[in-house]
């Protein structure tokens, strides 16, 4: 009884003798049906205590946006661009353009700040093929993000400049067709 009062709790710093690295992993596939197994490994590393930011760049939510992220239990938020529909095309307004600028440059900033460990880009390379966010700003983001932090990029596709820097590189294929 004893040692569970002196126990240390989740809020006690641990410190390391070594530096941790954050990883890169790129999960990518043809069907897109990765992100059950993407979202899992979020919901499950902030249940730990770690925090988690899942990013999806082209999925709309009313509402939602930088500014009013979901919270899914205390250590995961997750946001969208504050649209009222899915980006399917490159072809976007003004209005639309601005919400994923908007989302872009937030998540940049709070990556930069290191205030998540893990941070999920939902559909990034789409994002870079359609020519909505550039492929250098991306690699620029990467070579600057604090060095404890890890990525989480999704997408089909993604550039091969990217899938060097990766860490890990899940491709999902089917094994048969129907």
Aim: hydrophobic content about 40%; some cysteine.
């Amino acid at each position: 009884m004893i040692a569970q009062l002196e126990s240390p709790t989740l809020d006690t710093p641990c410190r390391l003798p070594y530096a941790v690295e954050g990883l890169l992993q790129v999960f990518t596939s043809s069907h897109r049906n990765f992100f059950t197994s993407v979202m899992a490994q979020a919901l499950r590393i902030s249940g730990q205590g770690t925090p988690v930011l899942v990013v999806q760049f082209l999925k709309g939510g009313i509402g939602q946006g930088p500014e009013a992220p979901v919270q899914l239990g205390e250590h995961l938020d997750w946001v969208r661009c504050d649209l009222p529909r899915c980006i399917d095309t490159p072809e976007l307004d003004e209005i639309e353009a601005g919400s994923l600028r908007k989302l872009w440059d937030y998540t940049q900033q709070v990556v930069s700040e290191g205030k998540y460990s893990l941070v999920v880009l939902d559909e990034l390379s789409l994002a870079i093929s359609f020519g909505l966010i550039p492929e250098s700003e991306v690699l620029e983001f990467l070579a600057k993000r604090p060095s404890h932090v890890d990525i989480i990029l999704t997408g089909p596709n993604m550039p091969e400049p990217i899938l060097e820097l990766a860490d890990q590189i899940t491709e999902i294929r089917r094994s048969h067709r129907p």
